[in-house]
C-alpha cells in the first residue's frame, strides 16, 4: 500500500526524474556510445571445379569404353565444332544459388571461371546425365552472347556481372570465325532441335515486292468490305433499335486511328463510320431530354426496367461518338505556335467530324449533350473559311427551329466568351449568325415594367392573404406538374420563351456595344451596324441617344471606308426610325452622307454598297412625312439615276422604292411632268446636300432609257411607273433577293423559243435594206471605178 498523501509512481518515471534532476545540476556523465569495429568477412575463395574435359588418360580410356563406336564418332565431331562444349559442366552445382532478374551471371573477380547452374541437373547425378541434360538444354537453346555489366561490391567482394543479349550481327562481332561449310549448315537445318529461324537477311530475299497497283486494289477490296459491313450492321440497328443496339460497338471501333492490331485504319472507312453512325442516331433519338434517376432501391416492371437499360446504353453510346468526333475534330483548333503540318486527309476528316455534331445539333437540340456539342463546335468560329460557314449555317438553323430558346441562349452566350477571348482578331463572318434570331417580338421596355408591376402586385397579395404551410406546399407541387407536362408537350409557355429571349437580347447588345466602344474601326463594325440596323426595334429608350452620338461621330471620321460609312449612316436612320418621338434628334447629316455617296455605286466594284444604300432609303421612307419634301424629293431623283448605273435587280428595287416615296408624299408626282416650271432654277446633280441641290425642278428622264433596258421586268416596272402604278406587291428588299442574279441564273427564267417562231424565223431572208439613197449611189460608184484585182505574191 502507497503512504496517504502520496501518488503511486512507476520505477521508469522515477529513475527518468532522477536522471533530469542529475543533468540539471551538472553530476550525470553521459556514456559515448562507440560503434564497435565490426571484423570484415574475407570473401572465401571457391575451388576450382573439377571438369570432366580435364580428365586422365585412364579415365579417357574408361570413358571410350562405354560408349558405341557411333556415339564417340557423334561426340568427337560436337567436340569438333565446339571445344568447350563440356568445359562448363561442373561435377557439383552451388546447393542454393538467387536467380538474379534479367537473367544475369554473377562471377567472382577471385576465379576466373564462371560457374554455371543452367544444366538443371541435381549434384547427386552422375557426370553422364550431366552431360545428356546440358547437351539437350544447349541445343534446344539458340546462341546467346554475354555482354559485360559494372561490377558491383558485396560483403563477399567485388562481383563482376554479365548479360546475356542476342547476337544479331554475327558476322561483324566475330570477324576472326571460320565461315560454315555446306555440310554444317545441311547438318543444322536437319537438326529440329536446335530452334534456330532464318536470319534478316535470308527473310528479306524471300519476300515478295508489293506494287503501287496491288496495293490500291487492296485498298478497293478493304473498302468495299467495309462499306457493306457498316450498311449491314446500320440496317439491322435501325430495324429494333432496343435489341440491335449492339451493333454500335463495331461501328464505334471503326472510328478509331488504329486498329486492334495496330496497324492504321483507313481514312475513308473512319468517314463512312462517322457518317452512318450520325444518320443512324439522327433516326433513334428522342425529341426530348433523357432524365434518369436511381432505380436501384426500386422494383420495376419488366418492360420499364428493359426501356431504363435501353436509354442508359443510347446515352452512353452517344457519349462515345461524340467523344471520337469531337477528338477527330480538334485538328483544326491549332494552337498558337503549332507549326507542325497536318495532312489533308486528316483536314477532310476533321470537317467531315464538325458536320456531323453540327447535324446532331441541328436535329436533336433539345436532346442530352446539346449543350455541349454547342460548346464543341462554337470555337470553330474562329478557324478556316469552310469550318465556320458548317457551324455558321448550323446556328442560324437551330435559331429558327427553337422554341424554348434554352439552346439558343447558351449558344449566344458562348459566342459573347469568344469575342471577350478572340477580340478584334475573329472573323466578322462569326456575328453573322447572330442576324438570324427571332427577337424581333421582344420590348424590353414592357419586360421591365412587367416585372415593376408583378412586384408590387405579389407585395400586395401577401399583405392581404396569408397561406398556411400546407396551402403553399400544394401551390409549390401544382407548379412543378405543370412544369413537367409543359416539358412532355416539348412546349414552354409564352412567358418563359419571353423570358429566354429577353436574356438573348440583352447578352447580343451587349456584344453589339463592346465592339463599338472598345473597338469601333475593328473589321467587326460592319458585322455590328447589321445586327443593330435589324435590332434596332428592341433597344432600350435609354440607349438611343448615346448610340446616334456614337453612330454620328464614325460616319464623319475619314480614316474607315465608305462603304463602313455608309453603314453607319443606314444604321442610325433605323435607330431613328424605330424610336419615333421618342428621341429629338436631327438626321439632316445621314441624309445628305447617303444622297452623297449614292451616286458614286455603280454595277462594278461597288455594286455591294447598293444594297446598303436602298436600305438607307427604305428607312427614310418609313418616317417620309416627318421628313423634308425637298429631301425627300432629291433622293427619289437620285434613285432613278441609281437605276440607270447598278445591276437589274438593284435597278428593280429603286424604281419600287421611287413608287413608294410618290405615295408618301404627293408632291413627288412633279417627277413625272416634262414641262419645267418658269423660274423654278436648275438641278444640280453634283451638289451634296439634298436640300439646296434644286431638287424641286428635278424630272425622272431616266425612266425613257429604262423603259428600252435589256432586262424585261425593268422595262416593265419603268412604264409602270410612268404610269403612275405599283409595278410590284412586294417589298424593296425582296424584289432585290429574288431578282439576283450572283448565282449565275437570269430571272425571269428565259423561256425557250416556239416551233412557230423558229420556223417562220428560218424562212426569213437575209434583205438588205438602204436608209440614205445618196449613199447607195456612192457606194455602187466605188465599186464600178476600183478594181478589185489581188495578187498574191
Known sequence: MAKKGKAKISKVKRNNQTTNKMRKQGKLRLQRHRNKPQKQKQPTQNQEPIYSSDSDAASGDEWADMLDEEEQKYILGRIAKQPNLLSNVPEEDKKEQKKPKKRKIMRDSTSNTAVSSDSGAESETDNSDVEEKYEAEMAERPAKKLRPLLPIKTKDGILERSEECEDTDSDEE???????????????????????????EEGEGTEEVVTAVQLLAARRDKLKHEKLRIGALCSSLLENPEKKLKNLYPILYLMDEHLKDGTPNLVSVRKLASVSAAEVFRDILPDYAIRHQDYSDVKLKKETLALYKYEKELLEFYKRYLQRLEKAASVLRRKKGDNRQVEDSEVNLALVSLRCLCALLEARPQFNYAGNIAQSVLPFLACSAEARDAVTQCCKQVFTDDNKGEITLKIVRLINQLVKKRGTRLHPGALECLLALRIRDVDLDADADLKHKKRQEE?????????????????????????????????????????????????????????????????????????????????????????????????????????????????????????GDALNFDPAHFHAHVYANAINVHAGSTCGEGRVVLEAVCEVSTRARRVSPAVVRALAKRLGTLALQTAPHAALAALHLVHNLMQSSSSLQSLLETEEAAGGGRYDAQCGAPAQCGAQCAVLHDLPALRRHYHPAVRQAAAALLARTAPFHKSPMQIYEEYDGSQMSFKPAIPPPQRDQLAAHSKKTAQHVWAQQHFKQHCHIVEDNVQMNICFT
Open 174 to 200: 566475330q570477324p576472326d570465325e571460320a565461315p560454315e561449310t555446306s555440310e554444317s549448315i545441311l547438318e543444322e537445318s536437319q537438326d529440329s532441335d536446335s530452334g534456330m529461324e532464318v536470319t534478316g
Open 459 to 579: 407585395k400586395h397579395k401577401k399583405r392581404i392573404v396569408n397561406l398556411s404551410k400546407k396551402e403553399k406546399k400544394r401551390a409549390k407541387k401544382l407548379k412543378e406538374v405543370e412544369r413537367e407536362l409543359l416539358e412532355t408537350e416539348a412546349r414552354e409557355s409564352s412567358e418563359a420563351r419571353k423570358k429566354q429571349l429577353t436574356e438573348v437580347t440583352k447578352t447580343v447588345f451587349h456584344i453589339y456595344f463592346r465592339i463599338l466602344k472598345t473597338a469601333p474601326k475593328s473589321q467587326l463594325l460592319e458585322a455590328v451596324l447589321n445586327g443593330l440596323a435589324k435590332f434596332s426595334h428592341v433597344i432600350n429608350v435609354e440607349y438611343y441617344s448615346e448610340l446616334v452620338s456614337l453612330l454620328a461621330r464614325l460616319c464623319s471620321d475619314e480614316e474607315l471606308g465608305a462603304r463602313a460609312r455608309l453603314q453607319c449612316a443606314r444604321t442610325a436612320l433605323a435607330v431613328l426610325a424605330a424610336a
